[in-house]
């Protein structure tokens, strides 16, 4: 099966196959093609080019693009897609004045949402989670990173870690498990922090291993949730099973689980509302991400990420959903780059290269997904007619998605 899209107003985020991730200055340039078409060859792009030289091309579909934008999907680096229940309740009640950590003091909050799960059964959590998937997916999302954490006993982290194996050999879009037991500590451990990391290390890290549901490990490295020290224990024991971190950091405090982060090798540091000098320091030279997540600095009233600040450093910056009961009810990718021009003050082409290539680079899998270049997967956004890709981000909260392509699959 192939597909050629023809007459693209502009091609975006076309990259050769040795870019990986985009860095600081660079993230205000997004390469493109104008007048473009785009070749398809089962799930794999395998040309592009002016449509002045679009000649003899034979496909078993063309699609027309005429006054279209044409750009990879998302890729969101950061979710909890898998989750049972809803929080509307407590939405209400910060509304009426409560904050996130009372909420949470009171026993709501992730505790809330692991009593709910721990009560669903594995098919009905399995029926909650992929209206999520589809929704996203529609929305322009094609790979994700879904992480477990909603669980907090061995049964319940596995119970999640096996709905995310069963999305990923059920969807087309690209998916990356992560093992979040350290989320919070659960009810029946609330005196024995002690013997809940040792539940962690010594028997849901070893079952996950065994099972091979996991592809990264996360903490919530959090005043209330989990130390310095307590990071470095669950980092320290996940690499006997070669599990890199993706880690909750400076979401509400700084206190330095950004250094120890890169100290071991983390993938990606994420959320960072906190900052400081410190934080970027510790960024600079090493191979660690920064994602920053504005949809759930929208929905708490939190700081945003300075991105701005991050990227003027000289470093990357990803951009992620975060979409959860909680913070975050949200994963539409479409509105966290529009408001991350907006509140953050990513100029559209830093927005885009941060929800692209790395996000991509976040997840481990920008060698194969994040951009327009001859040899990676076939994920692809057609926008609806617009005047210029600005137009994407400027005028939120509209849908500007005309056609999404998943591993070469028409939606
Ligand atoms: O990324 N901060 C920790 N975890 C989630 C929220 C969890 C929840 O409230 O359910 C987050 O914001
Ligand atoms: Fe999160």
């Given at each position: ?137 529609q929305m322009g999302t094609g790979a994700l990173e ?16 096996r709905i995310i194996k069963r999305i990923k050999q ?242």
């Open positions: 099966m192939s597909i050629l899209i023809k007459n693209i107003k502009e091609l975006l985020q076309i990259r050769d196959n040795t870019i990986l991730k985009v860095v600081g200055q660079d993230m205000k340039i997004l390469p493109s093609l104008k007048n473009a078409y785009l070749l398809i060859e089962d799930d794999t792009i395998v040309d592009y080019g002016k449509m002045e030289d679009c000649h003899n091309i034979k496909a078993s579909k063309t699609i027309d693009a005429t006054g279209k934008i044409v750009l990879p999907t998302w890729c969101d680096s950061h979710t909890h897609i898998v989750y049972a229940g809803n929080r509307e309740q407590e939405f209400v009640d910060r509304i009426n004045g409560l904050s996130y950590e009372e909420i949470a003091n009171r026993g709501g909050g992730i505790l809330n949402s692991a009593e709910v799960l721990q009560n669903t059964s594995e098919e009905a959590l399995y029926q909650q989670s992929i209206k999520r998937i589809e929704q996203v997916m879904i992480k477990s954490g909603y669980g907090l006993s061995t049964e319940a982290e596995l119970k999640m870690l059920n969807f087309p879009l690209k998916i990356k498990a992560t093992f979040l037991g350290a989320h919070a500590l659960p009810k029946a451990y609330k005196n024995n922090k002690r013997g809940y990391l040792d539940l962690i290390i010594h028997e849901m890290l070893p079952q996950i291993a065994k099972e091979n549901l996991a592809d990264y490990v996360d903490v919530f490295c959090e005043k209330g949730y989990f130390s310095l020290d307590d990071t470095a224990k669950i980092l320290e024991a996940s690499k006997a099973f070669h599990l890199r971190a993706k880690i909750h950091v400076n979401q509400f405090n700084a206190f330095g689980g950004i250094a120890l982060a890169v100290k071991h090798n983390a993938l990606s540091v994420d959320h960072l509302e906190e900052l400081h000098q410190e934080d970027i320091d510790a960024l600079k030279g090493s191979n660690t991400m920064p994602v920053a997540l504005p949809s759930c600095s929208y929905f708490l009233s939190i700081p945003y990420t300075p991105g701005r600040r991050i990227i003027d450093a000289g470093l990357p910056l990803a951009l992620a959903s975060d979409y959860n009961p909680g913070s975050t009810p949200s994963g539409n990718m479409n509105f966290v780059v529009s408001t991350a021009c907006i509140k953050m003050k990513l100029t559209p082409e830093e927005a885009i290269n941060a929800a692209t290539i790395n996000g991509a680079y976040a997840m481990g899998i920008s060698n194969l997904y994040g951009s327009i270049t001859k040899g990676k997967k076939a994920n692809i956004i057609i926008t609806k007619k617009v005047p210029s890709y600005n137009f994407l981000p400027y005028a939120f909260g509209e849908n500007h998605i005309d056609q999404v392509i998943i591993n070469g699959q028409c939606l």
